[in-house]
């Protein structure tokens, strides 16, 4: 996994947040506080300006940029746990894309002290992992995140913000986990040829 | 949407550059977002930062002065400030007797301002202790969630530590005085209408004419369940009921009534009236009281109730001199 | 209409009982409506008595205390109080060095305040002086119209005035200082949305998204104009300017932004920036500055820049120690 | 002009008022601050109510009772206006209604400083009175101070609150005008046999 493959990723997943900002707002509206949107919009538009204004050269270096980007540009929920994602990334992409997620995973994980079905990004995070790990592809990963994001909509809240509505946030779709499927549907758009195992893509 | 702003993403920045003009006893780092006393550090102080989401104005930036906080951060609208505001903060407080972070218990404040602590002890020698208030009765607290919201308590708890802070006590002492405080008061709040995050141009949630949220939180996030409006006697009794149920209150306890941005002063004083009388039949005399907008909430309209219970010593530090835009008295 | 308020028709009383239990060091004449110094009368001080229509709080009854007001009256909303309020709070606030009236120049004030007047002096040897505030220059000043209306110059002038009592002057002086402080501060507002009177129950005006009045009143009366929403930067121009081009002000001012109630205090301060920017520029320098809601119109949303021009008596009064619920430094 | 034809006269004033508060209030609305049928319908109630607790029983009693009691409950620029009116009128009724109302009328000029075509009540006003003062029946004079009313409407208001919105005032009927215009209507209404020159009427 090289930085240009991963800066693709990232410009993609900025592209996606920015055209489906104002519905991440609408779904943070529903069960939160309406910036989840404006949040990760923010965030990822200054991740590509970063990552513009200083290529990094190595994949290690840039998924750092990101993650420090992230935390010191979001705030909120989302700066510190997509920046934790991210600079865990960091310290496991020279293993491959998919353990990098895994130990990126397991850094939000530790964050935000989020189990799965509490109506999180993990909900979407946790089933692409699992996909990658089982040598599954991109696009299936980002069928799980899918998947995951969808299964959110009846469960009750217990973390974040959300989980003050306690029943009322059951029948709203999570927007964390609707971010991070954004996040997975740009890796399998980008990244697609490259297997989750750690090998390189062949072009 | 209707503001008197320019643009929705300088919001922050230009209240910050109003809040410098207005006040030049503060000092404004328009960088970081940081608003600091204008003689930070104190020596021998315990620094106290706080800071969070901005829209809830006078709170944090408005309680900076002597006998308050010494720092606050600025996040956007309704979004906790980021860890380098609250390093920065710190680190600018800092007068060699520690700092204590006063944390509103919502996930991106704990985590932001715990990202902070690490950079800051990875860092520098600054002491830090953090503090979480959690306050609000319309959430349940359990184990499995993130526990209640940090609400009205926020206020008075700033303003009692302040004092202590200002006395030259130790760290150890302002925390432990700040967890006490935070133990003892109870809030709960109600919304008429919703508020419009300048970023989101359209107001957060839908409230139909004829009905009100009640266990509303202080970022638009929906409440607890909608019911009927009803006069504010019977509004009084609902905020007040679960604040009663969930704690013991004896005889002279601070009664806050806080004005969520869009409701009238000339109201607030008549739910005022309404939960003094319900104190008085549950004989909980009033020893002091704040009626407000001090957090608040953008433009919502509706009002919370925090009630905590005093002791002579609370009281002492209630009434020492303070000296913020937001609180001032006896200075 | 969404409003936290028992009956329409109680609304005054109710948050009359409001003040009176959050603030006892104030007394409130709840037959007369009227609010008090807890030590009125001061024996051998001016008398500093106003009042005006409910809706517009903290004025006036939030600003009475040592230092500001001795008493207030309070009518229905937005309808002047009737004479025999002024009477009694007259009578009640003579401490034997006279009393004096401060008026807002609106014809039901004037003309009530007036008949109060003619009573105190029919009935009793009170001295009674009248000075009428007339500084909004939305408002064209001519001898065949009842004039410009008062609006934010009362706030200050009740607050330096004040002070000037406090320091025992005689009744002659205090009323030349308040008819010097009405002369050299102007005002001028805009609203972004209308208010609702309780007994009406719906909004006074219509105000479409997207637009906005300027020169509006604190009593939900339209404005001089309508004009298409603008930013904080531009609105701030369309208030400074008219105020500039109607008085000469040099360095030195006090400058207000007065939030009219609906509008958040972070906006405030955003159009606080833009003010102070203004002036930087025309080269005067501010000398004292207030930001907040302390005189609103219920609920609109919106804002009034008041400049006063000042010099140091003016500043030392200023600065003299007040202590009421609405305003507070020094005590 | 006795004591009970007083009475019905206020009373039916107050029954119109009652009846058009929401008009009152609405005209106030446009060009004011939304309380005029307020003001005069709490004014109006408190009067009927002051005079059934202890019926005066002479005419000028009956007529100073109801303007100290307007003085008194309704504040704003109607209550010292219509206040004044009936207590003015209360030293002239001996001399029969028609003077009696011009008296009041002098006193609504004096103590408001208006001038007619200055868009208030004395456009309602003053067209009655001169029609009772030429000799013209109550319900001529009702019609005098309706068309006064609707004189109001192309004014520029110059006194009153209405005189803040300078060239916008035009266009709008004066709240005041039409609660007096009701005052006179009531008066055709309850006072009809009743001459204006001071006679008696003959019943
Ligand atoms: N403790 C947590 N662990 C994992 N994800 C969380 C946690 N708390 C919140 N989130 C995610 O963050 C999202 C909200 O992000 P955002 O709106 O940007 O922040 P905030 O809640 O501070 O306004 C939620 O939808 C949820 O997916
Ligand atoms: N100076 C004046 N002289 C005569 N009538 C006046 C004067 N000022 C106001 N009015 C009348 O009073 C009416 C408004 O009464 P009201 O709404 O009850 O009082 P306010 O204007 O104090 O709210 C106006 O419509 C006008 O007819
Ligand atoms: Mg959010
Ligand atoms: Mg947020
Ligand atoms: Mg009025
Ligand atoms: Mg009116």
Known sequence: MNAAQLTA???RFAELV??????????????????????????MTEVVAALAEAPPDDAAALLKRTGTTLVSKVGGASGPLYGTLFLRMAGAIGDGFAPALRAGFEGVLARGKAEPGDKTMVDALGPACDVLDAGGSLAEAAQAAADGRDATVPLVARKGRA??????????????????????????ETLGGVQGQGEEATP | MKKLIND??????????????????????????VVLRGDAPVRGKVGLVSGGGSGHEPMHGGFVGPGMLDAACAGEVFTSPVPDQMV????????????????KNYTGDVMNFEMAAELVAAESGTEVVTVVVDDDVAVTDSLYTAGRRGVGTTVLLEKIVGAAAEEGRPLAEVADLARRV???????????????????????????EGEMEIGIGIHGE????????????????????????????????ICFV?????????????????????????????????????????EMAGCSVTLLQADDELLRLWDAPVDTPGLRWGA
Chains 1, 4 share one sequence.
């Open chain 1, 163 to 188: 989980s003050y509505l306690g029943e009322r946030s059951a029948g709203h779709q999570d927007p964390g986990a609707t971010s991070t499927a954004l996040l997975l549907q740009a890796a399998a």
């Open chain 2, 258 to 298: 806080n004005g969520l941005g869009g409701t009238p002063l000339l109201e607030l004083y008549v739910v005022y009236a309404e939960v003094a009388a319900i104190l008085e039949k549950a004989g909980i005399g009033i020893a002091r009281s704040l009626v407000g907008p001090y957090m608040t909430s953008l």
């Open chain 1, 9 to 11: 990723w990232l410009t």
């Open chain 2, 8 to 33: 929705p993403a300088d919001v922050v920045a230009d209240a910050l550059r109003g809040m410098a003009a207005a006040h030049p006893r503060l000092r404004v780092d328009h960088e970081n977002r």
């Open chain 2, 222 to 253: 929906p409440g607890r369940r909608r019911v009927p409006l009803a006069p504010a006697r019977e509004v009084a009794q609902m905020l007040v009921e679960p604040i009663l149920a969930d704690r013991t209150f004896t005889d002279g306890v």
């Open chain 2, 88 to 103: 920065a903060a710190t680190q600018g407080v800092d007068g060699g007797a520690g700092v204590l972070h006063i944390v």
């Open chain 1, 18 to 43: 920015h055209a489906q900002r104002d519905e991440l707002t609408a779904l943070d509206s529903a069960i939160g506080d309406a910036d989840h949107g404006s949040n990760m919009d923010r965030g």
């Open chain 2, 182 to 208: 935070d133990d003892t008061g109870r809030s709960m709040g109600v919304a008429l209408t919703s508020c419009t995050v300048p970023a989101a141009g359209k107001p957060t949630f839908d409230l139909p």
